[in-house]
């Protein structure tokens, strides 16, 4: 499942792209597809767009909290990192 380096990968990738594009939102292909399993279902992610306009097939990342999302039973919930285990929780 999502791990820790995962995901400060793909938060490091959205800081990057934003600096680059110097936008306020944007929406990028999602190049991790291929490279992190729990990414392939997620063709684009959205960076800094309202909740309300963006795709649920899509990751968010919301640059002021500093946090990715994935909408799931009709809301945003955080990506955090999940144990390798089910019986560490």
């Known amino acids: 499942m999502a791990k ?7 938060i490091q990738y959205c800081e990057q792209k934003k600096k680059e594009t110097k936008r306020i939102a944007l929406i990028v292909e999602n190049p991790f597809r291929e490279e992190i399993p729990w990414t392939f ?3 684009y992610i959205a960076i800094d767009l309202p909740e309300e306009n ?5 990751l968010l990342y919301n640059s002021v909290d500093k946090m990715l999302y994935r909408y799931y039973d009709g809301e945003w919930i955080p990506i955090t990192e999940e144990p390798e285990d089910v019986w560490d929780l």
């Open 4 to 10: 820790k380096e995962d995901i400060e990968r793909i």
């Open 41 to 43: 279902n997620y063709p």
């Open 54 to 58: 963006v795709n649920p097939s899509f």
